[in-house]
C-alpha cells in the first residue's frame, strides 16, 4: 500500500505555470504507474496524464497536450506535474493517483490509491 500527498497548487494567472508534487509513501513509487487526474465543481474526475515505472513513457490528455509534463524521481518518490500556458479552464482539483496494474489508464476506477487533491485555480 501507498499513501500520496499531493503540493504545489494555489492560484496564478491564465498563462503562468505551477508544478504539482505527489510524494508516495509506504510502499516506493517505484512499483506503481503514477497518474495526475483533475475534477472541476459540477463535473467527472477527469485524466490529465500517466507515467511508467520507470518514467519512460508518458500519455496526455489531449486537453493539456504540449502545455503539462508529467515526470517522476524515483529516488525521492515523488511524480510531478508541471504546468505551462494555464488556462482558466484548467481550474480544478487536482489528484495523484497510483496503479499496481500494467499498461497506460485513462480511467479513475483503474487507479488504486488516491492523494487528498490540491485546488489550482488559474484566473483570467
Known amino acids: 500500500q501507498v499513501q500520496l500527498v499531493e503540493s504545489g497548487g494555489g492560484l496564478v494567472q491564465a498563462g503562468g505555470s505551477l508544478r504539482l508534487s505527489c510524494a508516495a509513501s509506504g510502499r516506493t513509487s517505484s512499483t506503481y504507474r503514477m497518474g495526475w487526474f483533475r475534477q472541476a465543481p459540477g463535473k467527472e474526475r477527469e485524466f490529465v496524464a500517466t507515467?511508467?515505472?520507470?518514467?519512460?513513457?508518458?500519455y496526455y490528455a489531449d486537453s493539456v497536450k504540449g502545455r503539462f509534463t508529467i515526470s517522476r524521481d524515483n529516488a525521492k518518490n515523488t511524480v510531478y506535474l508541471q504546468m505551462n500556458s494555464l488556462k482558466p479552464e484548467d481550474t480544478a482539483v487536482y489528484y495523484c493517483a497510483a496503479d499496481e496494474g500494467w499498461g497506460p489508464k485513462r480511467r479513475p476506477e483503474e487507479y488504486d490509491y488516491w492523494g487528498q487533491g490540491t485546488q489550482v485555480t488559474v484566473s483570467s
Open positions: 507515467i511508467n515505472r520507470s518514467g519512460s513513457s508518458t
